[in-house]
């Protein structure tokens, strides 16, 4: 007899594959899955414009993972760099925030081809369920509360993730911006 406690479903795309993925959930199955939004907290939204009722997500989803990668800048050709107030203000930072850390870029050498880049990392956000926030979700929250309150309770954003990826010196404010949406702008 089969009885599995954790499910993997490749993709919710539809109503039928979203009740699934909830039923299973709801009869004490760990669910992992994937949707197409452009953050963690729109997961919610995603599924109640699929067709699912909010109660329903409320009782089911206990968080929600964000993920975009950024090109990483190559170890090997890395010097330090000092971004103009322009160009920090352009993510959201300032040069208070980068105090004792040294952002880089990559030169370009014959082990990243030429590029500055060599690999990838990945930028994430995590959106906790908590029980005020299954609340608003049972209650139809919009997203912009949704997303107020996971802030409130202390959710970095793949924004701010990203900003720690470039002070630490990993990845620039061109593959943050080109890769995250601003925080005001979600």
Not at 88 to 101: F, N, P, Q, R, V
Request: proline share 3%.
């Amino acid at each position: 007899r089969q009885a599995p406690n954790i499910v993997m479903i490749g993709e919710i795309r539809d109503l039928e594959t979203a009740e699934i993925a909830i039923n299973a959930a709801l009869t004490g199955h760990m669910v992992f899955s994937t949707l197409h939004t452009n953050d963690s907290v729109s997961a919610v939204t995603r599924l109640v414009d699929i067709g699912v009722k909010p109660f329903l997500v409320s009782a089911a989803l206990r968080g929600a993972l964000a993920q975009r990668l950024v090109r990483r800048v190559c170890q090997n050709c890395a010097q330090p760099y000092k971004p103009t107030v322009k160009e920090l203000y352009s993510i959201g930072m300032t040069e208070k925030d980068l105090a004792g850390a040294t952002p880089m870029k990559g030169a370009g050498c014959p082990k990243c081809n030429e590029r500055g880049y060599k690999g990838r990392r990945g930028v994430f956000e995590l959106f906790v369920i908590t029980e005020e926030i299954q609340e608003l979700i049972y209650s139809g929250a919009t997203l912009v509360t949704l997303r107020r309150k996971a802030r409130e309770a202390g959710m970095r954003t793949m924004r701010e993730d990203g900003q720690r990826k470039v002070a630490s010196g990993m990845t620039t404010i061109e593959e943050v911006m080109g890769a995250t949406v601003a925080d005001d702008a979600i």
